[in-house]
Every structure is written in structure tokens, then in C-alpha cells.
């Protein structure tokens, strides 16, 4: 119940392409979903976040959906760029316990 | 401020030899989280503590593991003995109280074990 499923594994995407990245959970009692971006040597950092009172959310390339009947949620970048190659992570909390719950994360490469 | 600090970046140690990892987390942050990431298994929580207080360890996978927050600016981790399959890069994280407030990741320590 505290996990959080993530697909692809990896992902290979032409520049200007979109990248779609899904996750799913089952514990209906979170209450937080954000995506966290990692780079190479670094560690990872918030990219984007919704709470499952909205089902979509868009900064700039990067839009969340969320389906709260389903339980899934998924990150789309538009416009893909080379600079976007990374490891996306999605992951899940409650407001109670502070703690998140990731997904296994998805490699991205955006070919230039 | 600036941000997450761990030290040290890289540690190669010899199997059975105790490891010690640190971290300062942002300076006013109640919570503190202690991650662990493979490529198998991605990044697990091993432990976090709110106001230095252990509230959850329940990833810390064996008793080797043991975390301690003395204060609020700063976090050990120490593995004794360490193994091989320590092997991972141990991120510190710290969040702000007050709701779904952001986690901040340090850069991390690549553990090695031989």
C-alpha cells in the first residue's frame, strides 16, 4: 500500500517530442505528488507538485495529470530538449507523516 | 543559505570497516531524512526524524544501520560493519514543517564498500 509504481523504466525522446512518464499508488490517504528531477552527481530537485484536489497542473513544459479515481498520475514534457535528459522520479506523501514515498524512477534522453 | 550539506562525497571502504556519513541539513528545517539509492531498488527512505527525534526507521534494512540527530543542525548515519552490498549513494534531505513544504536533497555520498 505505500508504494508508487512508475513506467518506464527508460525513456528515449526526439528533441521537441513529448515525454510522458506514469506512476500509480494505492494508498488513497496521500495527499501530495511530486516530481523530482535528478541529474547526474546531483541530488534530486522539485520539479513540479499537485495535491488531489486539481487534476492537472502546468509550469512552463511540464504539466501533471492526476486521476484521482484511478490513482494515477503522470508527468508530460512538452517540447522535449537535451537538457531535459535525466532521472524523473514521481512520488507520494501525506501531510501527517511528512515522509515520501518514491517511485523507482524513469531515465530520460532526449536526443539532440 | 546553502542548502543540504553531506560529507564527505565519496567513500571507499574496505568490507567490515564502520562507515559514518553526515549531513547538515537547511538551517530551521524540522525534518530530516536519511534516503538510499540503487539502480535496482531506486530511492528508498531509510529513517527521518522530526526535531532530532527518530520517528520512523523502519527502512533501516538490518542492525548495522543507526542514524542519530544530536541536534538540529547536523545528522549521522554509520554502518558497522559495512558490506559490500552497502554499496549506494546516501542522500540527506530536510523539509520544513507546515504542510506539503518541499524536500531538499544534499548532493549525496557515493559509498563504495570492497
Known amino acids: 500500500q505505500q508504494q508508487v509504481k512508475q513506467s518506464p523504466q527508460s525513456l528515449i525522446v526526439q528533441k521537441g517530442g513529448i515525454s510522458i512518464i506514469n506512476c500509480a499508488y494505492e494508498?488513497?490517504?496521500?495527499?501530495?505528488f511530486p516530481w523530482y528531477q535528478q541529474f547526474p552527481g546531483k541530488g534530486p530537485a522539485l520539479l513540479i507538485a499537485?495535491?488531489?484536489?486539481?487534476s492537472e497542473k502546468k509550469e512552463g513544459r511540464f504539466t501533471i495529470s492526476f486521476n484521482k479515481s484511478a490513482k494515477q498520475f503522470s508527468l508530460h514534457i512538452m517540447d522535449s530538449q537535451p537538457g531535459d535528459s535525466a532521472t524523473y522520479f514521481c512520488a507520494a506523501s501525506t501531510g501527517g507523516t511528512y515522509k515520501y514515498i518514491f517511485g523507482t524512477g524513469t531515465r530520460l534522453k532526449v536526443l539532440a | 543559505d546553502a542548502g543540504v550539506i553531506q560529507s564527505p562525497r565519496h567513500e571507499v571502504t574496505e568490507m567490515g570497516q564502520e562507515v559514518t556519513l553526515r549531513c547538515k541539513p537547511i538551517?530551521?528545517?524540522?525534518?530530516l531524512f536519511w534516503y538510499r539509492q540503487t539502480m535496482m531498488r531506486g530511492l528508498e527512505l531509510l529513517i527521518y526524524f522530526n526535531n532530532n527525534v527518530p520517528i520512523d526507521d523502519s527502512g533501516m534494512p538490518e542492525d548495522r544501520f543507526s542514524a542519530k540527530m544530536p541536534n538540529a543542525s547536523f545528522s549521522t548515519l554509520k554502518i558497522q560493519p559495512s558490506e559490500p552490498r552497502d554499496s549506494a549513494v546516501y542522500f540527506c534531505?530536510?523539509?520544513?514543517?507546515?504542510?506539503?513544504?518541499?524536500?531538499?536533497f544534499g548532493q549525496g555520498t557515493r559509498l563504495t564498500v570492497v
Open positions: 534531505a530536510s523539509r520544513a514543517a507546515g504542510g506539503n513544504t518541499e524536500a531538499f
Open positions: 494508498n488513497t490517504a496521500f495527499d501530495y
Open positions: 499537485i495535491r488531489p484536489d486539481v
Open positions: 538551517s530551521g528545517h524540522d525534518y
